[in-house]
């Protein structure tokens, strides 16, 4: 996979509800973690071999695990938690 094979940002969600992610290209995403009434939001470069294989993962479409959402839907998250 490469950068021009997919367009980029992608937006992905855990099957939970609690982890979404904005992915920006083939090594670095923004996460924003769910923690009850609380969220943090992450910027990783991907430099390591299991940051970019968590990438790979959540690119992949035939995952199990991550849902591929809009990006109204990611921006909404974030925003119920800012002020």
């Known amino acids: ?3 021009k094979d997919i367009y980029f ?3 992905r ?3 939970n ?7 920006l290209s083939s090594r670095e995403f923004i996460e924003i973690q769910v923690i009850g009434s609380v969220i943090k939001i992450h910027q990783i470069k991907a430099v390591q071999y299991p ?3 968590k990438i790979q993962d ?3 479409l ?3 695990y991550y849902r ?3 990006e109204e839907e990611y921006e909404a998250m974030k925003s119920k938690f800012e002020m």
């Open 1 to 3: 996979m490469n950068d």
């Open 9 to 11: 940002p992608q937006f």
């Open 13 to 15: 969600k855990l099957s």
């Open 17 to 23: 509800d609690k982890l979404f992610y904005k992915v």
């Open 51 to 53: 940051e970019i294989l």
């Open 58 to 60: 959540l690119l992949d």
């Open 62 to 64: 035939e995952s199990k």
């Open 68 to 70: 591929v959402i809009f």
